[in-house]
């Protein structure tokens, strides 16, 4: 079983920044792929950038130029550092992971719980 935990959200004013970040848990859990989902009221949860091993990044073009993803020195986090945040950027943002149990070799997909941010005008 392997859990995700995010920390690092709030409020800010637009314009400020915030740093999400996340770690899985599992000592012999290798993540392939981890990223950030958000998802706003009344609306469908969206991917709002990923990372693979390789270090190759992609983002949505809403947060394109604003969020940075990166890897942690520690195995399996990851950071979503938020720069120039706007009103629509208010969701709760979700980590995901992509990886893969070392001993025996199974896949698994998961979320973590999730984080606020707000973003007041």
């Known amino acids: 079983q392997v859990e995700l935990v995010e920390s690092g959200g709030g409020s800010v004013q637009s314009g400020g920044s915030l740093t999400l970040f996340c770690a899985t848990s599992g000592t012999t859990f290798t993540a392939n792929t981890m990223g950030w989902y958000r998802q706003a009221p009344g609306k469908q949860r969206e991917l709002c950038a990923v990372?693979?091993?390789?270090?190759?990044?992609d983002y949505a073009d809403s947060v394109l130029g604003r969020f940075t993803i990166s890897r942690g020195s520690a195995k399996n986090t990851v950071y979503l550092s938020m720069s120039s945040l706007k009103p629509e950027d208010t969701a709760v943002y979700y980590c995901?992971?992509?990886?893969?149990?070392?001993?025996?070799?199974?896949?698994?997909?998961?979320w973590g719980r999730g984080t606020q941010v707000t973003v007041s005008s």
């Open positions: 990372i693979t091993t390789g270090a190759g990044t």
């Open positions: 995901y992971v992509h990886g893969r149990e070392e001993t025996t070799g199974t896949v698994y997909d998961s």
